[in-house]
C-alpha cells in the first residue's frame, strides 16, 4: 500500500535551534519527493523537490535529504525564525518517465518556534 | 506574476445549495490541480486537468462533484447538492511540464474555505 508517514506530529522549538523532521514512504514506482510549507490559512508552498538520483537538496535555511534505497526523506531547518511555525508536509509522486503519477501526500508536521 | 488566484475565499452555504469554486492558473501553465484539505485526511488530490483535459478523477469523491475547464486560464470546481460534510479548505494549483519531471513549478493558490450548513 503506498503511504507517506510523517513524524513527529508535532515539534516545539525555540528560536535559534536546529529541527529535522521525518518522511518514510512505501510509494512505488518513486518519481520525486517534495517538501512543503504551509502556513495557515495559506496555501502550501513549494520547499524543495527530489528525483531519485539526488540525495540532498537546499533552500536557504532548509536542507532536504532523500535515501531512495530506505525510501527515507528529512528535512532540516538550520537556525529556526518565528517565521518558520507552519505545518510541513511530505508529498512523493509516483510515477514512470514524463507521466504524471499519483501524488501521496503525509498528515504534515506542525512546527512551532517559541521565541 | 499573480499567482493562482482562487475565487471566493470564503463560502457559507446551506445544506443542498450549488457551490462553484473558481480557480485561474498562471498563464503558460499546463497543469490544473484541485485539492482538498480537512483536519481530518489532510491534502487529497480531487482532479487534475493537462491542456484543459481531465486525466486522473479518481479523487473525486463522488458524483456531487464535478470540475470543468474550458480553457487554459480558467477552471471551476462545482459541487451540488452541497453537504455538510463537504465543508474544508479547496486548493488549486497549477504547474508546468519540463523534460521528464513534468511538474515544476507547482504553485498552490490561497484556497476556499468552504462551510456548508
Known amino acids: 500500500k503506498n503511504q507517506v508517514e510523517q513524524s513527529p506530529q508535532s515539534l516545539i522549538i525555540l528560536e535559534g535551534k536546529n529541527c529535522t523532521l521525518q518522511?518514510?514512504?512505501?510509494?512505488?514506482?518513486?518519481?520525486?519527493l517534495r517538501w512543503y510549507k504551509q502556513d495557515t490559512g495559506r496555501g502550501p508552498v513549494s520547499l524543495t523537490i527530489?528525483?531519485?538520483?539526488?540525495n540532498t537538496k537546499s533552500n536557504g535555511r532548509y536542507t532536504a535529504t532523500l535515501d531512495a534505497d530506505t525510501k527515507q526523506s528529512s528535512l532540516h531547518i538550520t537556525a529556526s525564525q518565528l517565521s518558520d511555525s507552519a505545518s510541513y508536509i511530505c508529498?512523493?509522486?509516483?510515477?514512470?518517465?514524463?507521466?504524471?503519477?499519483?501524488?501521496?501526500f503525509g498528515r504534515g508536521t506542525q512546527l512551532t518556534v517559541w521565541p | 506574476d499573480a499567482g493562482v488566484i482562487q475565487s471566493p475565499r470564503h463560502e457559507v452555504t446551506e445544506m443542498g445549495q450549488e457551490v462553484t469554486l473558481r480557480c485561474k492558473p498562471i498563464?503558460?501553465?499546463?497543469?490544473l490541480f484541485w485539492y482538498r484539505q480537512t483536519m481530518m485526511r489532510g491534502l487529497e488530490l480531487l482532479i487534475y486537468?493537462?491542456?484543459?483535459?481531465?486525466?486522473?478523477d479518481s479523487g473525486m469523491p463522488e458524483d456531487r462533484f464535478s470540475a470543468k475547464m474550458p480553457n487554459a486560464s480558467f477552471s471551476t470546481l462545482k459541487i451540488q447538492p452541497s453537504e455538510p460534510r463537504d465543508s474544508a479548505v479547496y486548493f488549486c494549483?497549477?504547474?508546468?511540464?519540463?523534460?521528464?519531471?513534468?511538474?515544476?513549478?507547482?504553485?498552490f493558490g490561497s484556497g476556499t474555505r468552504l462551510t456548508v450548513v
Open positions: 494549483a497549477s504547474s508546468f511540464s519540463s523534460g521528464t519531471v513534468i511538474d515544476y513549478g507547482y504553485t
Open positions: 518522511c518514510n514512504y512505501t510509494v512505488s514506482p518513486f518519481s520525486n
Open positions: 527530489m528525483t531519485f538520483s539526488e
Open positions: 508529498v512523493v509522486s509516483a510515477g514512470r518517465g514524463s507521466t504524471l503519477g499519483r501524488l501521496y
Open positions: 498563464s503558460g501553465h499546463d497543469y
Open positions: 486537468f493537462n491542456n484543459n483535459v481531465p486525466i486522473d
